[in-house]
Each structure stands twice: as C-alpha cells, then as structure tokens.
C-alpha cells in the first residue's frame, strides 16, 4: 500500500470494520498514525464504527478523546457516529454527553439519538 495515500487507508479500515474485524481496522488506525498520516472525517467513521463492533467501553472513550483533540467535534456525522458507538458499548452516560455538548442544537440528531438509545437498550 502506498504509505501516504490517505484514500487507501481509509479504505482498508473500513474494509476491515465492515467485515467484522474491528480489532484489525484499530490495527491498521495505529499504524497509520504511526507513520504521521492525518485522518480524515471518512477515516474516523470507520475507526468509530470499529470501536462500535468491539463494545468496549475503553477503545470508545480513546477514540472519542482523538476525535476532540483532533478537532472533529462539529462533523454531526462523527457525533451520530459517536453516540451509537456509546450505546453500543453499553454507556449511556457517554451517548447523552456527546448528544448535550456537540449535538443538541441540530437538526434531525435527536430522532436518531433515540433510535439508537432505544436499539442498543432495548427498548
């Protein structure tokens, strides 16, 4: 793979998030922050949705501190992205910080908020 093309990178990562090898998509993450490449809004969904996979609680929390020190918080898509990662990871507490400091102001977010609340605790 070509080292610095940010396109094949993402692309791999989501590969491997969306066939149900998260820990290798988290793998792939890390090499590639490794090697100073920059992720983009697209990368990080994959990253998010691999954390999603693997319902643990710690990789949420890491990948959201990333996405806060790396200034993607305004992208509502990472934020949606975002709050189902942490009611997948079984953490309301974490889903309804997301949606009360970056999400509650736009449109269409509180709908899917409940949708995936509701999905990932059965309601």
């Known amino acids: 793979m070509i080292e610095n093309d940010l396109v094949c990178w993402s692309a791999m990562i989501s590969g491997y998030?969306?066939?149900d090898?998260?820990?290798?998509?988290l793998k792939l993450f890390n090499e590639m922050q490794h090697l100073a490449i920059v992720p983009d809004q697209i990368t990080l969904l994959s990253v998010i949705s691999a954390c999603a996979h693997l319902g643990a609680l710690d990789h949420a929390k890491w990948i959201h501190r990333f996405v806060i020190n790396n200034g993607f918080v305004g992208a509502l898509s990472v934020n949606n992205a975002l709050i189902d990662m942490y009611a997948k990871c079984g953490s309301l507490a974490g889903a309804r910080e997301v949606?009360?400091?970056y999400a509650k102001n736009k449109c269409g977010i509180l709908v899917q908020y409940d949708q995936r609340v509701c999905h990932a605790w059965g309601c």
């Open 17 to 19: 998030a969306e066939s």
């Open 99 to 101: 949606f009360g400091k």
């Open 21 to 25: 090898q998260p820990q290798e998509a």
